[in-house]
């Protein structure tokens, strides 16, 4: 595995890799020096395939972006009437997509490992150290443009992925759970809209966290071939 700043490429080629991901792009739009704060907290990451990027169980704040190539998301099986727990590929993550941020926005430790897919033989990954939108008082590095944009991507992508699991499975217990969740009708762009952003993502993280949790069990599914089509299906 290779990490580097991003900082430590050129500006011009950094640019153009961050234009094609809607966080960074919407950021730098208002405000150029903000984007500057994002690129300084960023990492690029290179796989090996079969390289492991994430673990179950670990704790951080980062969030990843797919730049290039195929991710596994794995998560572990209990054998049945054995002591093992063998881990099999749940979804594939492709080029694009955003993963880590249920970890991040719920603070608590992965659910679930990603390894770089072993027929991929260039693995490209866009970390960000998502500790600059924790705190939501302290605007010191990250104004409040800034992370209202971040919260609004992050509920936005939540959504759309409970309604995929919603269309699915329209009689489950959890279908309308996210519908239920009370929407901010206040004042925009002022700490007060902040601040309910931010609860709402994490409850939609946690309900989806729930949804994860169901198909990991395989409560949902008539066998795993239907569970992983569906998965690579939303995550594509």
């Excluded at 673990?55 to 794995?74: A, N, S």
């Excluded at 993963?99 to 770089?116: I, Q, T």
């Excluded at 866009?126 to 104004?143: A, I, K, M, N, V």
């Excluded at 409040?144 to 919603?166: D, G, Q």
């Amino acid at each position: 595995m290779e990490i580097k700043p991003l900082i430590e490429y050129p500006r011009d080629a950094v640019d153009r890799l961050l234009n094609v991901i809607h966080l960074f792009r919407d950021i730098r739009a208002v405000s150029e020096w903000q984007y500057d704060v994002l690129l300084k907290r960023s990492r690029l990451v290179s796989l090996e395939p079969g390289e492991q990027l994430l673990r179950t169980g670990d704790v951080d704040q980062w969030v990843y972006f797919l730049l290039r190539g195929e991710l596994q998301v794995q998560v572990e099986s209990a054998g049945k009437g054995t002591d093992t727990s063998p881990e099999r590929t749940l979804a594939v993550i492709r080029p694009g997509e955003l993963f880590g941020d249920l970890s991040m926005l719920l603070a608590e430790p992965r659910s679930a490992s990603v390894f770089a897919a072993r027929h991929s033989r260039e693995t490209q990954v866009l970390g960000l150290d998502c500790t600059l939108f924790g705190d939501l008082e302290d605007l010191s590095l990250l104004q409040l443009p800034a992370k209202l944009i971040f919260y609004r991507n992050m509920v936005h992508s939540l959504r759309w992925k409970l309604e995929v699991y919603r269309s699915k499975y329209p009689g489950h217990q959890l279908a309308d759970s996210h519908r239920k969740l009370k929407l901010y009708t206040g004042p925009k762009n002022c700490r007060e809209e902040l601040v309910a952003l931010a609860g709402q993502a994490r409850s939609l993280a946690r309900i989806l966290l729930d949804w994860n949790a169901e198909f990991g069990s395989g409560e949902l599914v008539d066998d795993e071939s239907d569970m992983l089509g569906f998965l690579e299906s939303m995550l594509s």
